[in-house]
């Protein structure tokens, strides 16, 4: 069974800093996809990264990029020069081999400050 | 450009009432369909998911059902409502089932049975 953990309930940050959400993985699968979504109060879920288990690069989006230590099973989403609109929960999600679904984690919650 | 849509955007229904939510995807051919459920201050679930119409596949045995009748369209049921239905249903497309597949999320239902 595929698991993700993200410790971190909650995290504060002052504009324009970066900060770092964690989230772990627990999968026998090979191959394999990491995702983070974040959700704004309006609850709709937006994609902002994906990473494949085999790619070679770290992803990055924008401000967005995505720390991938696969020795560690680790998936942390970095986000730089925050914004007062990055306060949201964030889920980091993963897509096992061969099943139709996402399997989330129970979120961080983002809070930035003026 | 493809977009997703939910109605209605909030419901409020008694006990043993029926229940009827529904998804509509627009720009896009024979995706793979999702309702994912999310109770408060949580992460979501999956309850159904669709890779072709009158094609269903159930996450989890529980109180609800789900149907398609058209290649961008799906519906989440219920014959008798239960309080442990409250939650917040999110429909999600993606154009495969593979891992490296990105779902893309609706706006939500918000359910709250009484």
């Known amino acids: 069974a595929q698991k993700i953990t993200q410790t971190q309930p909650g995290m504060f940050v002052q504009e324009k800093e970066a900060v770092t959400l964690d989230c772990t993985y627990d999968?026998?699968?090979?191959?394999?996809?990491l995702f983070w979504y974040k959700q704004p109060s309006s609850g709709e879920m937006i994609f902002l990264i994906y990473?494949?288990?085999?790619?070679?690069q770290n992803a990055t989006e924008g401000r967005y990029s995505l720390n991938f230590q696969k020795a560690r099973k680790s998936a942390n989403l970095v986000i730089s020069a925050s914004q007062l609109g990055d306060s949201a929960m964030y889920f980091c999600?993963?897509?096992?081999?061969?099943?139709?679904?996402?399997?989330f984690g129970t979120g961080t919650r983002l809070l930035v400050s003026p | 450009s493809q977009t997703i849509h939910q109605w209605p955007a909030t419901l409020v229904q008694p006990v043993g009432s029926p229940l009827s939510l529904e998804c509509t995807v627009e720009?896009?051919?024979?995706?793979?369909l999702y309702w994912y459920r999310q109770a408060a201050g949580r992460g979501l679930q999956l309850l159904f998911y669709?890779?072709?119409?009158?094609?269903i596949s159930s996450e989890v045995p529980q109180n609800l059902s789900a149907s398609r009748p058209q290649d961008r369209q799906f519906i989440l049921s219920s014959k008798k409502l239960l309080l442990s239905d409250s939650g917040f249903y999110l429909c999600?497309?993606?154009?495969?089932?593979?891992?490296?597949?990105?779902?893309?999320f609706g706006p939500g239902t918000r359910l709250t049975v009484l």
């Open positions: 999600a993963i897509s096992p081999t061969g099943f139709q679904k996402l399997v």
């Open positions: 999968t026998s699968d090979p191959s394999y996809g």
């Open positions: 990473q494949g288990s085999y790619d070679q």
């Open positions: 720009g896009t051919s024979n995706p793979n």
């Open positions: 669709s890779v072709g119409i009158g094609q």
């Open positions: 999600a497309w993606s154009g495969t089932g593979a891992p490296t597949d990105t779902q893309y």
